[in-house]
């Protein structure tokens, strides 16, 4: 379970967030939405522990292992996709089969090789999807996933979701989409 209470990050003096009270108790999928400067991307860092200077309370009652995917690829750019991934921290060993497979059904096989400076930026997120779908996570919380994808790369990512969700993780995404969807949501201009 993850839960907040009266959790508020600030900086230089002016808050970004105050008073965010939320329960995850169950494996589900929370999208955050709100305007640019909203806290979306703030409070993805909190949770996964790279901000620690936040105010209220933020706990995890069970055993977590978290998987953070920022804004930004994150990528070696003088590592091809396939050297990314076997080279992933946050990810368990893997094999050299495992990352094929994964490749292929991102449709990335022809650039599985080529260094990450070369490719486009919807290619390096499929790198990035990669990496998600090979991680054993119990909470994932991801910024902007849906960001430069094509609408097959779009409905393969919920299909992880839900394959995901299934195995009992949880996963809570960033996006600047408001269409209804069955995602629970957290709008953070609430608590700007």
């Known amino acids: ?4 209470a009266n959790l508020s990050y600030k900086f230089d003096d002016k808050y970004i967030f105050s ?8 494996q589900s999928v929370y999208k ?14 909190v949770l996964s522990g790279i901000y620690k200077n936040y ?4 706990s995890f ?8 995917s920022g804004h930004k690829t994150g990528l070696k750019n003088s590592l091809s996709a396939r050297e990314n991934l076997y080279f992933d921290i946050r990810l368990p060993k893997i094999s ?15 650039y599985s090789d080529i260094q990450s400076v070369y490719l486009s ?13 090979l991680s054993s996570a119990s909470l994932y919380l991801l910024d902007e996933p849906f960001n430069n994808l094509d ?7 919920e299909e992880v979701f839900n394959i995901k969700i299934n195995k009992g993780s949880k996963i809570i995404f960033s996006s600047h989409d408001r269409s209804d969807d069955e995602f629970s949501l957290i709008d953070m201009n609430l608590f700007s």
Do not use: C
Request: glycine share 6%; aromatic share 6%.
């Open 1 to 4: 379970m993850l839960k907040t």
């Open 19 to 26: 008073n965010l009270n939320f329960e995850i108790t169950d």
């Open 32 to 45: 955050l939405v709100g305007d640019n400067g909203s806290g979306k991307s703030t409070l993805l860092k």
């Open 55 to 58: 105010e209220g309370e933020l």
């Open 61 to 68: 009652l069970d055993k977590n292992t978290v998987f953070y």
């Open 96 to 110: 050299h089969s495992q990352i094929n497979s994964v490749l292929n059904q991102l449709d990335l096989s022809d």
């Open 121 to 133: 930026e919807g290619q390096k997120r499929k790198i990035n999807i990669a990496s998600f779908i």
């Open 151 to 157: 609408k097959k790369t779009s409905l393969l990512l």
